[in-house]
């Protein structure tokens, strides 16, 4: 139980354009998830909490208008890459945060963006 | 901001304890201290957590000291594939609950 996949696994687009990640809880309802982002041989860093039917809260530093975030049902949340440039290259992990009183996150596999 | 310190590498024999040790000298009363795994290139992988009692699951133990200023995660027979790298994490206790990471342990286990 508490799987959370991701699409795609991989993706490479050229600069400019804008990529959608999708997370989604396959056994279990998630109210809440999160996204992350990881540079080469760094830690994850938390861009934003996205609740089921709210607005995402963003972490100070990451821009909002640029990695939307949608959650628009309670086992499907995207993240959407807007204009992308390079620098935006990373591995975006999402997690899901189960309903009970434990709070732990269940990660996804990850997503590994290349912008060129 | 994470609240957590560990060391940045460990070695362990294969087949012996691994100990991992982690600071959250700054905690406070109702924060879990959460455990977590991740190989590389792959979504970090649940462990163990607690708030004050030790814990045990199939996979590992949690030692927290009485005053829940540190922790000890033990893999009691470590094996190649437990080599990833290990970070505890304290849940912060306000709307959302969200997991800050720490920098984390690289924990290689030697043949």
């Known amino acids: 139980g508490a799987v959370v996949s991701q699409h795609p696994s991989r993706v490479i687009c050229k600069s400019g354009t804008s990529v959608k990640i999708e997370c989604r809880s396959l056994?279990?309802?998630?109210?809440?998830m999160f996204w992350y982002r990881q540079f080469p041989k760094q830690s994850l860093m938390l861009m934003a909490t996205?609740?089921?039917?709210?607005?995402?809260?963003?972490e100070q530093g990451v821009e909002k208008d640029k990695f939307l975030i949608n959650h628009a049902s309670l086992t499907l949340s995207t993240l959407t890459v807007t204009s992308a440039h390079p620098e935006d290259s990373s591995f975006y992990i999402c997690?899901?945060?189960?309903?009970?009183?434990?709070?732990?996150?269940?990660f996804g596999p990850g997503t590994r963006l290349t912008v060129t | 901001d994470a609240k957590t310190t560990q060391p940045p590498s460990m070695d362990c024999a294969e087949g012996r304890a691994a100990n991992l040790p982690c600071n959250h000298s700054?905690?406070?009363?109702?924060?879990?201290v959460y455990w977590y795994r991740q190989i590389h290139s792959q979504g970090p992988q649940y462990i163990i957590h607690g708030l004050k009692n030790n814990e045990t699951n199939e996979m590992a133990s949690l030692i927290i000291t009485e005053d829940r200023k540190s922790s000890t995660l033990i893999l009691p027979h470590a094996t190649l594939r437990d080599t990833a790298v290990y970070y505890c994490?304290?849940?912060?206790?306000?709307?959302?609950?969200?997991?800050?990471f720490g920098t984390g342990t690289s924990l290689t286990v030697i043949p």
């Open positions: 997690s899901a945060r189960g309903t009970g009183e434990q709070y732990e996150q269940y």
């Open positions: 994490i304290v849940r912060v206790a306000r709307t959302g609950n969200q997991f800050y």
């Open positions: 700054t905690i406070s009363g109702n924060e879990y």
């Open positions: 996205s609740n089921e039917g709210s607005k995402a809260t963003y």
């Open positions: 056994d279990f309802q998630a109210t809440t």
